[in-house]
């Protein structure tokens, strides 16, 4: 019962569930690695916005995407609107992708005790045989109110209506796109958290990985 198993779980839905936080304490909870994908798009969007050139130019945002500098996962600037907006367009260019690809799997395979990956399409994509697939989601309305009450806590200037269209506008991009659009995979377990905080969340979230556990212990006998 003590032996450790390896444990990938991969964790989706759109902008401003609370992925991110219940991801990193599902991490901290189980003592796996972490990695927030989107910080990878929106890493090849900000270094596109700073070079001048255009997040819509597939060709150019692909270069970027192969030759991401990692320094920039660090930047403080990854966090804003900008950002996020940029992240969403290069995002959906079949090449940014494939260049992530690679690189998000060898994350998920080297971490030695498992890892938890957050994103779009690591159910689908990214980890299809994950062991856990969680999707997260809540009304628009209540995940602007969270990244609304978010900015304005690190002094930004925004106004609830412009975090709202921006929250719909990127959601509709995501879900939208040819290639690995944001949706739930037919294995995962939705989580609504509109009406829960992060700890109603990870009690849900820790529920359906424990159970997982549980069971895969009872078929090792
Ligand atoms: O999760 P976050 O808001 O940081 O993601 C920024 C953008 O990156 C998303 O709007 C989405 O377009 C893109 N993304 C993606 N696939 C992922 C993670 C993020 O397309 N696995």
């Known amino acids: 019962m003590t032996s450790k198993q390896r444990l990938v779980i991969a964790i989706d839905g759109p902008a401003a569930a609370g992925k991110g936080t219940l991801a990193r304490r599902?991490?901290?909870?189980?003592?796996?690695?972490?990695l927030d994908t989107g910080a990878l798009y929106r890493a090849v969007g900000l270094a596109m916005l700073r070079s001048g050139l255009d997040p819509d130019d597939a060709e150019a945002a692909e270069r970027m995407a192969r030759n991401l500098d990692l320094k920039l996962l660090e930047d403080p600037e990854l966090r804003t609107l900008k950002a996020g907006e940029a992240a969403s367009k290069v995002a959906r260019h079949a090449g940014v992708r494939a260049a992530l690809l690679d690189f998000q799997r060898d994350f998920a395979r080297n971490a030695p005790n498992g890892a938890v990956l957050d994103g779009r399409d690591i159910g689908t994509v990214v980890l299809p045989d994950a062991d856990v697939k969680l999707f997260v989601t809540a009304r628009a309305e209540v995940r602007a109110e969270r990244r609304y009450r978010e900015l304005k806590e690190q002094g930004k200037d925004v106004s609830f209506e412009e975090v709202l269209a921006q929250v719909?506008?990127?959601?509709?991009?995501?879900?939208?796109?040819?290639?690995?659009?944001m949706k739930p995979a037919p294995d995962a377990h939705l989580l609504d958290t509109s009406e829960m905080d992060i700890c109603a969340a990870f009690r849900a979230a820790r529920e359906i990985?424990?159970?997982?556990?549980?069971?895969?212990?009872g078929e090792r006998g």
């Open 26 to 34: 599902i991490a901290d909870h189980y003592d796996l690695a972490f």
């Open 168 to 181: 719909k506008e990127r959601d509709a991009r995501d879900a939208a796109r040819a290639t690995a659009p």
């Open 209 to 217: 990985i424990d159970a997982h556990m549980a069971g895969r212990t």
